[in-house]
């Protein structure tokens, strides 16, 4: 950026050059750099009247990032330094652009009354703005948690142990996991054990994992040890899982970490306990130093004050793994990779019907890290269920929702003591309905509601206390006055009176004066500039009493003081600034006395939480007919019974047409339609191999146990609510570890291949985090983790091309999937030439088919020579999305009827839907010419890779 003519952006340096020159600055600009140099890596914003002022370098980055205009101040004699500045009353949304850059703010204040200085004014930094750490509400979003994440790591090089910390800065909440160590960590983990080294860190599994449970949470903040910032490894892993991330985190790092024993003794200290066991902490070093050096930069970072920790150790299992990459391509956060229609883009905006700021967060945390044992997912399920049974029990949870306010948040604040009365007033305001919302939840007959009720406390002799103490209104800042009701406290109430009711002496004494004087226009005012004074028109100067002593002299009148008037002003003034002092006093002594309770305060607000997202999901069940999953249990082929016995609707293994189709001719009809073209065959005889798949190839491991996905008319619940039920085609989905481990689903683009893969998906995720899912029935598996690879997008800026991006998320499918996954592919191996896409492809579907796990997966592909894989793997079933066509002509109309039936396409329709496209006429004519001239051509290559397909059947 050009600076101004004779304008420098460093400041003077000394004769050697090798240092600010201190004594040439004037003293303003000494006392700025020398907090300044306390703070290399901030941005220093300089207090200096009403506005932040910042000089030097900093004027120049900040001017650059905020398009400000750059000005200059002279700091030494005959030397002017670049210099920019915000107001400070709109100082937030400048800051808030500037921590979402990445940088770090080192606010400086003034920490001397001005009137009182002699000399320059005291200055200091009050507080470091990073991106993890902002608690103030004009920085924050209600529904998104705001997270500084933070990872340690203990042991030895040959044994490690990672730990992760996750904070949600405004709350106080601490999640922290280890990886690497078991309950007995080994020798060389304990104490005194040398620290691992960061070689190859990228290649760990242990930290891979770290890294995706950090990531899982969109931390806008991750605080690194300095080795593992610099190991290349790590950072490749670390950019690997934040390429599909919206918003990028800031990355700082710490140098080292003290020993095990002084990280335990101040986190004793900070946490004024004699033991962690109560955090889950005893015996995890690793985890220990997480939460060190995430307090340990809470306390740098905020200077003044600790900010209220809730920290658990959590498990690692217990819950669904989905990385960022399925979270976008399900499109279940905002941000995802699809464009939105007129309904709701992401799963969270479809869900988001909770009242409560933490409830909408609660839901957000929820559908990124769903749940994956049984009794937790039930437990929900069941309560969803009463709450749809009971209508008016929802219509009664509903208005004591709506009326708590950000607890979470404002207890974080007072624990800064960053909090205001305004505040205050509204956590007051907050305990009776929470109250309230405790008693209906303990009434309730599930046995999930009756917990949630059981963790909200009783509250009231607390709101008594605030609601009696505060007033009704009370001010934004406590210097504004009128913060505690009159009659709380004597003190207040006579300095109130000597301040407040000073009114009243002042118009009893201006009637004194005309009494006394005979001077019937008389006044006694008041300005800020000149205070209280007496005001005599020049046409009765001859009436002035002698005492009086003339102030200033206007056009038409003169103004006087008495001795009386000064005395009794500086009282009223005195007053005011006494009342304001024991305001705050009494203040103050309330947010201690609301501090001692604030962690069962919090507690409550979690169950609150939970039970705003439970009101939410059975407000969209009901509204758009959703119904409870079952889960289904580890089972034998044998023993399972259909969701609608004695005959099932689904397209399970064997079945040309389910028996819900032989009751809709429409359906019916679309299923027999495959008859006739050239694979009706082999989708026949595809189909009756499937059913006889229960015996095991020679030679094969058989599956530890067995999983089934069952779906009946689902339905994608976005799409749906773009479309309305009316427009949207529901679906049946089968899948069976036993049986249908694989379907092959083919058909042409616009078909809804992507949309069905997805639905099913995302039916599961629902499933697991406790919701009713759009179908008309489900039995779905206990997943740990969901993949998917769909999509085409290119990571040019380091070097991945589309088909290299596809290869990369795949290879990462293939290493780490295990029981319990469902793996979503979408068009593997299109980025490449034919022959290459079909061998990769090929290999991939045979490597899922033939894993010990045994995933359930959903394979589309535009590769009809795939087709042919069922005659040789037996879990592997075809299926394909339906196109009737009007006429026996190649240039017939054809429609999309977004249903899936079993059996192979033979058909990609993509000079049609070029046609639809509004391609020129000749160019479609020209296709279809050229087409025909390939078909000889494409039965010979066919040919060719059924023969390769079928090598290893002989």
């Known amino acids: 950026m050009n600076l101004p003519p004779g304008v420098h952006e460093d400041f003077p340096l000394d004769p050697l050059g090798t240092a600010i020159d201190l004594p040439a600055l004037t003293p303003l600009f000494r006392q700025y750099v020398e907090i300044k140099q306390q703070y290399p890596q901030a941005l220093l914003l300089y207090r200096l009247g009403d506005f932040y002022e910042m000089f030097g370098p900093d004027a120049v980055k900040v001017s650059r990032l905020l398009g400000l205009t750059l000005t200059a101040r002279g700091c030494a004699k005959d030397y002017k330094v670049a210099m920019c500045g915000v107001p400070h009353h709109s100082a937030a949304r400048y800051i808030k652009r500037l921590v979402a850059a990445g940088e770090v703010l080192a606010i400086c204040e003034q920490t001397e009354d001005a009137s009182e200085a002699k000399g320059l004014v005291e200055r200091a930094v009050t507080r470091l703005i990073t991106a993890g750490t902002l608690v103030e509400d004009e920085y924050l979003a209600e529904d998104r948690g705001n997270y500084l994440g933070a990872v340690a790591i203990r042991g030895s090089a040959a044994s490690p142990v990672y730990s992760a910390a996750l904070l949600e800065s405004s709350g106080g909440q601490v999640e922290l996991y280890e990886v690497g160590a078991g309950p007995d960590p080994p020798a060389a983990l304990r104490p005194g054990a040398d620290p691992p080294t960061t070689a190859r860190l990228g290649q760990d599994p242990a930290l891979q994992r770290i890294v995706e449970i950090l990531l899982r949470a969109r931390p806008a903040e991750i605080l690194l040890p300095a080795g593992l910032r610099a190991d290349e490894g790590f950072m490749a892993l670390l950019r690997s899982g934040l390429s599909s991330a919206l918003i990028q985190p800031a990355l700082h790092s710490y140098e080292s970490l003290p020993p095990e024993a002084d990280c335990e003794g101040y986190l004793l200290r900070y946490f004024r306990l004699s033991s962690l066991a109560a955090f889950g902490l005893d015996g995890r070093p690793a985890a220990q130093a997480a939460l060190f050096a995430t307090a340990r930069y809470l306390r740098e970072t905020f200077k003044v004050g600790e900010l209220k920790l809730y920290p658990r150790l959590q498990p690692l299992e217990g819950f669904l793994q989905l990385d960022p990459r399925t979270l976008a391509h399900l499109n279940v956060l905002p941000g995802g990779d699809e464009g939105a229609g007129a309904g709701p883009a992401s799963l969270f905006e479809l869900l988001c019907r909770q009242r409560t700021a933490p409830g909408k967060r609660r839901l957000r945390r929820l559908l990124a890290s769903p749940f994956s044992r049984r009794e937790e997912i039930e437990a929900r399920h069941a309560a969803i269920e009463e709450l749809l049974a009971s209508r008016g029990l929802g219509q009664q949870i509903e208005p004591q929702l709506a009326r708590l306010q950000d607890l979470e948040r404002i207890l974080g604040r007072l624990s800064l003591g960053r909090s205001n009365p305004k505040e205050l007033r509204a956590l007051a305001d907050s305990l009776a309905p929470l109250g309230e919302l405790g008693g209906l939840l303990r009434a309730c007959g599930s046995a999930f509601l009756q917990s949630l009720g059981a963790q909200i406390g009783d509250f009231e002799a607390l709101g008594a206390l605030l609601s009696h103490s505060l007033s009704d209104d009370p001010p934004l800042r406590p210097s504004e006055g009128n913060v505690i009701r009159s009659g709380v406290d004597s003190r207040v109430d006579e300095l109130r009176a000597l301040a407040g009711g000073g009114a009243q002496w002042f118009r009893d004494y201006e009637a004194a004066q005309r009494e006394r004087s005979g001077i019937r226009t008389l006044k006694v005012k008041h300005t800020d500039a000149f205070g209280w004074f007496i005001e005599i028109g020049k046409g009765s100067l001859a009436q002035v009493p002698a005492d009086y002593q003339r102030r200033q002299t206007l056009v038409n009148a003169e103004r006087f003081v008495t001795p009386e008037l000064q005395a009794r002003e500086a009282d009223a003034r005195d007053s005011g600034g006494r009342l304001l002092a024991r305001e705050r006093e009494i203040f103050e002594s309330l947010c201690q006395q609301t501090l001692e309770h604030s962690g069962p305060i919090a507690q409550a607000m979690q169950a609150a939480a939970e039970a705003d997202v439970l009101v939410s999901f059975a407000i969209v069940a009901r509204e758009g007919s959703w119904v409870r999953p079952m889960l289904a249990c580890d089972e034998s082929p044998e023993s399972r019974v259909p969701l609608e016995s004695p005959e099932s609707r689904v397209l399970s293994p064997g079945s040309e047409t389910s028996s819900h189709e032989a ?173 290459d896409g079909i061998s990769i492809a090929k290999a991939v579907l045979e490597f899922l088919h033939e894993h010990s796990a045994r995933p359930l997966t959903l394979f589309a592909t535009h590769f009809f020579e795939l087709t042919d894989l069922p005659l040789v793997l037996p879990r592997c079933a075809n299926h394909q999305v339906e196109v009737l066509r009007e006429g026996q002509s190649d240039a017939g109309s054809f429609v999309f009827t977004y249903r899936v039936i079993a059996g192979a396409a033979s058909d990609s329709f993509g000079i049609d839907v070029a046609a639809l496209a509004g391609l020129p006429e000749s160019v479609v004519l020209r296709a279809r010419e050229i087409l025909a001239g390939l078909e000889e051509a494409r039965r010979e290559s066919r040919d060719r890779a059924r023969q390769a397909v079928q090598l290893g059947l002989f």
């Open 663 to 835: 009751g809709n001719p429409a359906r019916t009809s679309a299923t027999m339609l495959k008859a006739g073209n050239e694979d009706a065959a082999t989708d026949s005889s595809s189909g009756l191999r499937t059913q006889d798949s229960g015996r095991e190839q020679e030679g094969k491991e058989p599956a530890s146990s067995s999983a089934v996905l069952e779906i009946v008319n689902g339905r994608h619940p976005l799409i749906e609510a773009q479309l309305g039920s009316r427009y949207y085609t529901p679906n049946d989905c089968y899948l069976d570890s036993e049986r249908q481990q694989v379907m092959l689903l083919t058909g042409p683009n616009m078909g809804g291949k992507s949309s069905y893969l997805r639905m099913v998906a995302l039916l599961c995720l629902l499933a697991q985090c406790g919701s009713f899912v759009p179908a008309e029935s489900a039995r779905l598996p206990l997943l740990r983790r969901i993949y998917t690879r769909v999509g085409a997008q290119d990571q040019l800026a380091r070097g991945h091309s589309t088909f290299m991006v596809e290869m990369l998320e795949t290879a990462e499918i293939l290493a780490t999937c295990g029981p319990g996954s469902l793996v979503i592919l979408d068009e593997v191996g299109r980025g490449t030439s034919t022959y």
